[in-house]
């Protein structure tokens, strides 16, 4: 764009101009812009000017526009509004939003928050594009250069002023096993752990998220007598849990997806009675001020307290499956 030509240009004659042609009369249009007659006589000589034209004729029925002037008038009203816009902020309507918004969460997050939220926006807002990012490390960098729009994760130590941080919720930790796994008979503790299959599920920035410790955590199980699988992928994990008698530590709250978790029920981890995962939605300041962005905070928000619902038949030991 060569803005040579624009820089000439006051944006309040093109203002003086729409003002003109819709009055077509001096006196009245410098009344609407509060200045004098010859004030407004000499705002419409500058518009000559500028735009090598007359623009206006005297006639018996008062000023009449030239046709460089009736040229200009068919655009002129939007490009002004166009700017007002950019200035001011326009009312947002998601159903005429398209774009895509970048989100990152783990699959532990995603199938129990995803399901609802996707179709919140399908009728709400029918043409945004949302791109979900499973595996994201050093989230707070992506955000802060622009690669990530939202992450929703566990909440980490440290967060700058640079970032907008709001609460989800907490969520118990759990072992996630088969319905008939042996761990659902008797009395669960570290010992019985051992003598069973782990499954690691990756979590992305793990390292830097702050738990809440008190008698025990997920990182505490005991070193394993049996083999571990280690993966990055949710769904293939479950349906490993269910074919198996192999173990995961996990979130309490996924339970919630039924459908994902058919078969599997969630037992409390030994000597964890205190122990909670908090959950955080986290975006750049980058975005404060967009009106997409900051109405799809609200719509996650909004899922998430929707979300949180009376725990399942399938709990047990008094383990919510929601967030609380």
Known sequence: MDTRELAKIDLNLLIALQILLEEKNV??????LFITQPAMSKTLSR???VFDDALFTRSGHGMQPTPRATELEKDLAAILGDISQLVSGSHFDPAQFSGE??????EYIGVALLPQLVQRLEHQAPR???????????QLQELSLGNLDFAVHIKQRVYGDDFKVEPLGSSPPAILVRDSHPLTEGELDRRRLTEFP???????DWEQAELQRNTGTLDNIPDHQRSSLEISHLLTALEVLRHTDYFMP??????QNEGATRGITALPVPDSAQYQIDYVLVAHKRTANSAVHNW????????IRDLRTPQPRKMRQRI????H
């Open 320 to 323: 919510s499956a929601s967030l």
């Open 296 to 303: 799809l905070w609200e719509q996650i928000r909004c899922t």
């Open 250 to 255: 996990g979130p309490a709250y996924i339970l």
């Open 47 to 49: 518009l000559r000017q």
């Open 27 to 32: 006196s009245r249009a410098a009344e609407r």
């Open 101 to 106: 918004i970048r989100l990152a969460l783990s």
């Open 198 to 204: 782990l499954i690691k599920l990756y979590i992305s």
């Open 128 to 138: 945004l594009s949302l791109s979900v990012i499973t595996r994201v490390e050093n």
